[in-house]
């Protein structure tokens, strides 16, 4: 997978993006990032990437254009038949993290997971110019019900929960089988290791019991 994220903050993503898990589906080739400066699109001497908001209010707002620069650059565009993008290539999409957008959950990332290329926008300021999201990406996507200073954590937590999908990625084929939000509204079961008696803390005796099907059974209730 080729995941481009554009931002006003690209450093915000070296020290995440390559460590962990991440850094292990880098080295095995399955995923490639790509961290794309909206400034270097911005076309006055300034580089603004903001403006205030046409009808008055607080803040500032983020400009299309430099948005729809950068987007060309990476020659992506919004899917017209939902087929894939204009170019051709199937399994393109485009996103916009937004406070407004549909709740991104398990279902969505390993939608997302399947795809070729994914490009994620991050808003900022008091928002981003309305036509960035009328024309030039195929969802908005928001984490949770609450409002973050901008969009690179939101970013990042798409591109964790999407990247691990990725085939070969975790060191266990089955390791995201049957784990919370497999299925919605299905949470984990609880774990234990070594030692046995912890500060009178003790295992569960049907996990020492050798017994699958009950284990099966007691990690299902």
């Known amino acids: ?27 095995a ?11 270097e699109f911005a076309t006055d001497k300034h580089r603004l990437t903001d403006d205030r908001p046409f009808g008055g209010g607080p803040g500032m707002v983020m400009k299309v254009e430099p948005i729809d620069l950068a987007l060309k650059s990476l020659k992506v565009k919004k899917n017209v038949s939902g087929s ?24 969505t990332a ?9 490009t994620i926008i991050c808003g900022h300021y008091e928002g981003v110019d309305e036509r960035v999201a009328q024309n030039l990406v195929d969802e908005e996507v928001r984490i949770g019900n609450y409002v973050l200073t901008g969009g690179e954590p939101a970013a990042l937590v798409i591109s964790d929960a999407v990247i691990r999908l990725l085939p070969k990625v975790l060191g266990n084929e089955e390791s995201n ?3 919370s939000h497999s299925i919605p509204g299905k949470l984990g079961f609880s ?16 996990l020492l019991s ?12």
């Open 177 to 179: 089988k049957n784990e």
């Open 84 to 107: 894939g993008d204009d170019r051709g290539v199937s399994g393109s999409k485009i996103i916009l993290t937004s406070a407004k957008g549909k709740t991104f959950n398990q279902d």
């Open 110 to 118: 390993k939608d997302y997971s399947k795809l070729d290329e994914l």
């Open 191 to 206: 774990q234990y290791t070594r030692p046995q008696d912890y500060k009178g803390w003790e295992v569960p005796e049907v």
């Open 1 to 27: 997978m080729k995941l481009n994220i554009l931002t006003i903050f690209p450093d915000y993503f070296s020290s995440p993006l390559a460590s962990s898990i991440i850094k292990r589906a880098l080295g």
């Open 29 to 39: 080739g399955a995923v490639e990032i790509n961290a794309v400066d909206i400034r």
């Open 210 to 221: 050798g017994d699958h099907k009950k284990i099966e059974e007691w990690r299902k209730k």
